[in-house]
């Protein structure tokens, strides 16, 4: 996956044994069903990406970590500098 799909990631894109992939982050900002996929019947708005087990066991630590697992909440959202509390923007590769 591209840093900017992974950060564009939503709890609801998480689905079990793999993510469901539609959004992407650029510079802060989600970009809605920007996924650039074609399959033999056309361009479609998403993509299916298997995850390992390893990854699998980060993820349910992250998501016990986070708090917020609601279905629109970022898996990964850009932190507040004092608060800690997450904003509705991701996270930057950068960071």
Same mark, same amino acid.
């Given at each position: 996956?591209?840093? *900017?799909?992974?950060?564009? @990631? *939503?709890?609801? /894109?998480?689905?079990? /044994?793999?993510?469901?992939?539609?959004?992407? !982050?650029? =510079?802060?900002?989600?970009?809605?069903? $920007?996924?650039?996929? $074609?399959?033999?019947?056309? =361009? /479609?708005?998403? =993509?299916?990406?298997?995850?390992?087990? !390893?990854?699998?066991?980060?993820?349910?630590?992250?998501? $016990?970590?986070?708090?917020?697992?609601?279905?629109? &909440?970022?898996?990964? /959202?850009?932190? &507040? &500098?004092?608060? =800690?509390?997450?904003?509705? $923007?991701?996270? @930057?590769?950068?960071?």
């Amino acid at each position: 996956m591209r840093p *900017s799909e992974i950060f564009g @990631l *939503s709890w609801g /894109s998480y689905q079990g /044994s793999m993510f469901k992939v539609m959004n992407t !982050a650029f =510079r802060g900002q989600i970009q809605l069903k $920007k996924i650039k996929r $074609k399959n033999r019947f056309g =361009r /479609s708005n998403y =993509r299916l990406v298997a995850i390992p087990g !390893a990854v699998l066991r980060a993820v349910e630590e992250w998501r $016990k970590q986070c708090g917020n697992d609601d279905e629109r &909440a970022l898996m990964f /959202s850009a932190v &507040a &500098a004092r608060g =800690r509390k997450p904003l509705d $923007k991701p996270m @930057l590769p950068d960071n």
